[in-house]
Structure formats: C-alpha cells, structure tokens
C-alpha cells in the first residue's frame, strides 16, 4: 500500500530519479556556478588557486587541521623569530611565538623530533604555518635579487597551508642550537642545502636534520637548509587565519 501511495505522488509531481537533472539541464546558467568563477574575497589575488573562501573563525580553522606542535609534543623547542625583532624584517611580524602544522605534518614532526632524542637530539622550529599577510609582507619587504627566498604571494607557499616548516636542531641537555652552515633566514649561498663550505660540524648537522626529515614525509627546499616542505599536503587552500584565532 505504501509502494502504491509512493508512486502516485511520484506519479502527480512528475519526479522520477532524473528531475533534478532535467531540471538543471533546462536552464543550466542559473545552476553552473562554481565557487572557480567567483571572484576571490581579496581582489588583489586574482590568481590563487583557491576554490573555497578563505576561512576566517574559530570552527573553520579546527577543521583546516592546524595542529600546535607544542599541544603534540612539548619537548619541541620553539624560537619563533617573527615573533621578535630577531628575524631578516627587523620587527615583530608575529603577536605570539607559535607554531603550526596540518595534522599529518605536525604528526611526522613530532615522530621525528622523538627520533632523535636518541642523539641526544630535537628539532627548533622557527616557523610552520604562516598567514598569507605575513608572505605578503616578506615579498614587499625582499629586493629583486633575494626574491627566490621569499614566495610570492599570488602563489602562496607551502607555509600558507600548514604544510612547511622552517627548522633546525637544538642540543637536548644545553639546549642551544646546534650551529649549521650559515643562520636562519640568511639570504646568501650559505644557506643552500649543497653548500660546500662551513666546518664539518655544521655540515654534519645539517645532514642529520636532512636525513631525518626526508626519511618521514619532508623534502628540504635546496636554497635553504632550514626549510622543509610536506610532501603529502592535505590542503590545498591558502590560509589567512592569525593564530589568535587558532585555540
Ligand atoms: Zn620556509
């Protein structure tokens, strides 16, 4: 009986399984828009390849999967340079001297930050997740000459997604930096991953921090020792959240 009443209102309304497809096929500009034609939230950025906005409160940002690394692991040390004055800018670009990663980097991070405490050994992050403003104002900020350090904002880097890391080593009794053929954010050939020169001491610590980043998901970016991207990146969207917002 059931079966039958279900028909004859199936029947009386015209809809069979393929009326919402006829319908939309009958006017289909009205119904074709994607989120790809509409304009981007911010007119300066026509061509980033975001396809959904980008996410502004508190329940967006949980879901974009931006882990701390501390709330992880609270042995990691931190020393967030855009957070203080000691960076390649001069000033504060940061209010809290945070760090941050999609879940899955944050989780290789943390396995090999416990790694190598068998070398008595742990990773510094200077950086992880970074605001698209924070990119726009390094673009601005760098000369021609030092851009290929710093990613164009139109583009986003892989640090706009949660899905880079800018690191290096520390000492887990002393815990001072291990040293490393040049400084962070020194933006000369020093810094490159192929860099012949520096002590053997700073060599070899660079090699331990490239091969235990690359054996767990990270690929070092070659002009800088210190910047590692994840390779499985589970976002694609350039992120603009400050991390006050992230709880
Ligand atoms: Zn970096």
Request: proline content about 6%; glycine content about 6%; hydrophobic content about 35%.
């Amino acid at each position: 009986m059931r079966t039958i009443i279900f028909l004859l209102l199936l029947i009386s309304t015209g809809c069979f399984s393929g009326c919402e497809k006829s319908a939309t096929g009958a006017k289909p500009e009205l119904v074709t828009t994607s989120p790809i034609d509409t304009p981007p939230v911010n007119a300066n950025l026509p061509t980033v390849p975001t396809l959904t906005p980008t996410p502004k409160t508190k329940e967006t940002v949980k879901k974009d999967g931006l882990v701390e690394l501390v709330k992880l692991d609270d042995t990691i040390k931190l020393d967030v340079r855009y957070a203080t004055k000691n960076n390649f800018v001069g000033r504060e670009i940061y209010k809290e001297a945070r760090a941050f990663l999609q879940s899955p980097a944050a989780e290789a991070a943390v396995r090999i930050h416990q790694n190598l405490k068998k070398q008595n050994l742990g990773l510094v992050i200077f950086d992880g997740y970074r605001p698209l403003a924070a990119t726009k104002l390094f673009w601005e900020v760098t000369p021609a000459s030092k851009k290929k350090f710093v990613a164009n904002p139109k583009n986003g880097s892989r640090h706009n997604r949660g899905c880079a890391v800018d690191l290096g080593l520390f000492d887990l009794e002393t815990k001072e930096n291990l040293e490393m053929p040049s400084g962070y954010d020194d933006f000369t050939e020093r810094a490159a991953i192929d860099y012949a020169s520096g002590t053997e001491q700073q060599r070899k610590n660079r090699a331990i921090l490239r091969q235990a980043m690359e054996a767990d998901g990270f690929k070092v970016y070659s002009a800088e020792w210190w910047h590692y991207d994840f390779q499985a990146c589970p976002e694609s969207r350039i992120l603009d959240v400050q991390f006050s917002e992230i709880k």
